[in-house]
């Protein structure tokens, strides 16, 4: 496999510094950047939040907003010639999209989401948090919401080539 289609995980808790991270990694790719983004702006603070990071990044990176369907936009952009990096900004937020918006569809989204990040011919860095780490939901929305997100990130550390957590800003490789 060539670096070009090296696809990274970047794991951390909330402002550990993955996001970050991801996007450094971003920088030091040769050839186009495409911002996967898959937060909606629902409220004032979330859209401060999300332009704090728009004005973060390079100026030449593309951006796709996408709250649900991940697999067609992998799918679009890696007919590209050349296809893109990806850099998917948040799994987190992505899996709640799911469980709020397209609930009945989740593992369809889920495994095609897997499947194309397989067969993407270019490099992917994927954002997502830790969940391992914290306590059990009071509410079975937030236990499922744990639970998924957690097989989601065994999932995608097992189809990454590498996988990288942040803790304060510091980075491990754990893969």
């Not at 402002?15 to 050839?31: D, I, M, N, T």
């Not at 937060?39 to 796709?64: C, F, K, N």
């Not at 799911?98 to 011919?121: K, N, T």
């Amino acid at each position: 496999m060539s670096n070009r289609d090296t696809k990274t995980l970047v794991l951390g808790g909330v402002r550990s510094g993955k996001s970050s991270l991801a996007e450094q990694l971003a920088v030091e790719v040769a050839g186009p950047v495409v911002y996967l983004a898959t937060a909606t702006a629902g409220d004032d603070e979330m859209a401060r939040r999300i332009a704090r990071h728009q004005d973060q990044r390079p100026s030449d990176w593309g951006l796709v907003e996408e709250p649900v369907d991940l697999a067609a936009v992998l799918s679009a952009k890696g007919a590209q010639s050349p296809a893109p990096c990806l850099l998917v900004d948040c799994m987190s937020l992505w899996v709640s999209n799911l469980l709020h918006i397209a609930q009945s569809r989740f593992s369809e989204h889920r495994q095609g989401f897997l499947d194309a990040l397989v067969d993407y011919p270019g490099e992917v860095i994927i954002v997502s948090n830790e969940v391992g780490l914290g306590i059990i939901g009071m509410d079975p929305l937030t236990r499922r919401f744990a639970d998924e997100l957690g097989w989601l990130n065994q999932a995608l550390a097992s189809r990454c080539d590498r996988v990288l957590m942040s803790v304060a800003g510091l980075q491990l490789t754990l893969k």
